[in-house]
């Protein structure tokens, strides 16, 4: 079983649509989240952190849920620049390593 | 400047070469990494290094060599390359405590022929 896994998608979305990824993963001692942005042949950006509590930035929302073990990140009013693929990040415990999703393909389209 | 700066951005060699790829960053944090990417395989950590004197392999260190010359240096070596070394190859940074993130170099796409 993967540590952090995603659905590869992809997923192909109307502009204006709200989508939703999830993710899930395996070490129960992670302590720390994260999703990232990647567009094509680019380096992985932070998108945000995301926190026990859930956490809102503009459009878009990150929740984790750590009995379950899955972190979400919904994006409302789907913008074209939208499109790029998104990872899913997790700290594994304290070795200070991120461990990543395979990530999720968003195609937003007119 | 780019906060973490990687050369060259793109190369080709011959296999049974020897390459190195240099990384280096600005922000003064200790934890530095490199990462290769495939497609269909994500990112998988090559190496990794939390001081100077601290190196570590990652879950694909195999003909892969590293060296932390300085806190801002961390530099990837391809003793012998070979084709299937053909990737995109990222360093990243981070800094001290579980809510940072890393921040990525822009990338080294090598081919090997």
């Known amino acids: 079983r993967k540590e952090v896994e995603q659905d590869p998608g992809p997923f192909n979305v109307p502009e204006g649509a709200t989508v939703a990824f999830n993710c899930t993963y395996s070490?129960?001692?992670?302590?720390?989240f994260f999703w990232y942005r990647q567009d094509c042949r680019k380096e992985p950006k932070l998108l945000m952190s995301?926190?026990?509590s859930g956490n809102e930035d503009g459009r878009f929302t990150a929740q984790l849920n750590r009995a379950s073990q899955y972190i979400s990140l919904l994006i409302r009013d789907s913008k074209l620049s939208d499109s790029a693929t998104y990872l899913c990040v997790v700290g594994s415990g304290n070795t200070g390593k991120l461990i990543f999703g395979q990530g999720t393909t968003l195609q937003v389209k007119p | 400047d780019a906060d973490v700066t990687q050369t060259p951005r793109n190369r080709i060699t011959k296999t049974g070469k020897r390459i190195m790829l240099e990384c280096s960053q600005t922000k003064g944090h200790d934890r530095m990494y490199w990462y290769r990417q495939d497609p269909g395989l994500g990112l998988r950590l090559i190496y990794y290094?939390?001081?100077?004197?601290?190196?570590n392999k990652g879950e694909i260190s195999d003909g892969y060599s590293v060296s932390r010359q300085a806190q801002a240096k961390f530099s990837l070596s391809l003793e012998s390359a070979i084709p299937n070394q053909t990737a995109l190859y990222f360093c990243?940074?981070?800094?001290?405590?579980?809510?940072?993130?890393?921040?990525f170099g822009s990338g080294t796409r090598l081919t090997v022929v």
């Open positions: 290094s939390f001081d100077v004197k601290d190196i």
């Open positions: 070490n129960s001692a992670s302590q720390s």
């Open positions: 990243a940074t981070r800094g001290q405590g579980d809510h940072y993130g890393y921040t």
């Open positions: 995301v926190y026990s």
